[in-house]
T-cell receptor, first 109, second 112 residues
Framework: GQQVMQIPQYQHVQEGEDFTTYCNSSTTLSNIQWYKQRPGGHPVFLIQLVKSGEVKKQKRLTFQFGEAKKNSSLHITATQTTDVGTYFCAGNEGGKLIFGQGTELSVKP | NAGVTQTPKFQVLKTGQSMTLQCAQDMNHNSMYWYRQDPGMGLRLIYYSASEGTTDKGEVPNGYNVSRLNKREFSLRLESAAPSQTSVYFC???????????FGNGTRLTVT
């Protein structure tokens, strides 16, 4: 079955530094979704990428979908303390949404 | 408009006990999902229901059963709880296959 790998597992940055998390699928994805989970909370949808090579931006967040639709990345420019949390990618396989292990981001003020 | 409601919020079980986790949604979504979250393991799919009347296994179905009671409700049952089932359980729903998931607040389950 489909596997979704995400790295790194943890990232500690100084406020103002950039952050990137990478997601790789064992199979070609129809689309990929990204979620953020604040400490003690539940995952919240951020964005969906559908097209090969697609790039989408949300303020300081940039999301990319690879040309082969098997990998994706999330880049945060100039992190802030409000960015703290765990970021998950998730790939669609039929009716199932399979999540990566997540990258936990901590930001030191 | 509550969205996705999970009950209970917390539960402690002894090994061998049974319980049912409840999930109800008022979003008129077709698909419902049960995930478990463990440190370092991300969110792992237990079972899902693509539409009313259907259920399918996910990545880690062993030790669990589900019931899609109607369009609104999707329950997860542990027949004989084991310590390995200590986890945070999330119910989620979505309109269709390419839609985003909406999560409940989770049930924190401890099995001793």
């Amino acid at each position: 079955g489909q596997q979704v790998m995400q790295i790194p597992q943890y990232q500690h940055v100084q406020e103002g530094e950039d952050f990137t998390t990478y997601c790789n699928s064992s199979t070609t994805l129809s689309n990929i979704q990204w979620y953020k989970q604040r400490p003690g909370g539940h995952p919240v949808f951020l964005i969906q990428l559908v097209k090969s090579g697609e790039v989408k931006k949300q303020k300081r967040l940039t999301f990319q979908f690879g040309e082969a639709k098997k990998n994706s990345s999330l880049h945060i420019t100039a992190t802030q303390t409000t960015d703290v949390g765990t970021y998950f990618c998730a790939g669609n396989e039929g009716g199932k949404l399979i999540f990566g292990q997540g990258t936990e981001l901590s930001v030191k003020p | 408009n509550a969205g996705v409601t999970q009950t209970p919020k917390f539960q402690v079980l002894k090994t061998g006990q049974s319980m049912t986790l409840q999930c109800a949604q008022d979003m008129n979504h077709n698909s419902m999902y049960w995930y478990r979250q463990d440190p370092g393991m991300g969110l792992r799919l237990i079972y899902y229901s693509a539409s009313e009347g259907t259920t399918d296994k996910g990545e880690v179905p062993n030790g669990y059963n589900v019931s899609r009671l109607n369009k609104r409700e999707f329950s997860l049952r542990l027949e004989s709880a084991a310590p390995s089932q200590t986890s945070v359980y999330f119910c989620a729903t979505r309109k269709g296959n390419n839609s985003p998931l909406h999560f409940g607040n989770g049930t924190r389950l401890t099995v001793t």
